[in-house]
């Protein structure tokens, strides 16, 4: 790595990370598995796996360089990459060169989302370009402090469906679980921005769980539970567990999902012990939010494909941003790449209209032309559906090209990807 910078001290205190929370046992160390049972060979991965999660050569480069003091075991252990998180500006320009505007933004800093980042996610950044899409998406600028009409804090009413604190209840047969505002890399495009890294705001405690459970029990018509925040995952063993447990043994609940961006930013979550957790609980899926496919690491790899071997099922959720994915071929490697890991292309979200988030909204038409890139041009299972998360809290409206192209003398025309048109005798409503 080029200009390379003072090494960052391992000391470093964490202002609120997990706290006292952070109980359990980091995660074993000494089981090694083959760098062929993760991916197919690569050539950029070391062989001194660490726990189940391989050491790049990318992570071992910036280890050295700017944690000297820690070892691979260190860096492997996700509760280290949490305590060792970069929130200051003094340690974020350790690693990259700053611009004026990035420096001045986070000077600036009030209130909204805070900087965090783990030092894995970090190893990905451009040191240098700052219109890198991954440090676009973790790094602030001062366009987040420019408020356009309409732009609310709460864009999707969630507070309005709220029936007890921390439970959002807007469809009727499922329910969001805010379980914690904490993430361990915060996204500058965050939906729920008002409360993540936000402890005035919201702070999940038992207490509000139980609260929570206690409604969900009390209202059969919930037969999913998705369980999100802030990232669930990076609740410690012990709360995760107690949490799945309550839900699970509802008798109502039939799934559980878990929203999370854990396998992208600190694949090193990813442990045997967490693993044998969340296997316990049936049917469990995930969905994991991507956003680049420079996100697609051996870590990241490994991490999906050991979820997909514990049985979970993937399913990935990408927000359409400005300038940073907003092109077919880049959704589309990310697509293909998180179909090789197991991981299946599930929702396109159009950008939400949080305060500040004009520099990442892109029109509705750039997402239609994403789809109709997609759509044929590629395997059926790389291609997202498209949504708007209605603001006001009206729920996801998939939106799809006018593949439809109206009825004529009994037929419907259809339009397909290469922009030919067919008809297609269908049976008349009045003949059904
Ligand atoms: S990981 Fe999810 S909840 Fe956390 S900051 Fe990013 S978008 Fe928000």
Known sequence: MENKCSAISTEMQDPDPLGSEVVDEPPPISESLSESQYLAPRTDIKLTSIGRIPLSARSSEFLRDFFPNATPADWSNWHW????????????QRIIALTGDESLAMMQHRSGVPLRITPYYASLLDRDNPTQALRRSVVPVMDEYLVSPSEAADPLGEEDQSPVPGLVHRYPDRVLFLTTGFCSTY??????SRIVGNNHRFRGSISQWQKAIA???ATPEVRDVLISGGDPLTLPDTQLEYLLSSIARIPHVEMVRIGTKVPAVLPQRITP????????FRPLWMSIHFTHPDELTPETAAACNLLADAGIPLGSQTVLLKGINDNVETLKSLYHGLLKIRVRP????????????????????????MIEGL???????????YVIDAPGGGGKIPLLPDYFQGREHGDVKLRNYEGRLFRYPDLQPASL
């Open 187 to 192: 996204c500058r495009y965050c939906t729920r």
């Open 375 to 385: 759509r044929g041009h590629t395997t059926g299972y790389a291609v997202p559906q």
């Open 346 to 369: 599930y929702y396109l979200y159009q950008c939400d209209p949080i305060l500040g988030s004009s520099h990442f909204r892109t029109s509705v038409e750039k997402g239609l032309e």
């Open 273 to 280: 012990k967490l693993l044998r957790i969340l296997k316990k």
């Open 81 to 92: 990459q949490i305590r060792n998180s970069i929130y200051t500006r003094e340690q974020i």
């Open 215 to 217: 409604y969900i029990e």
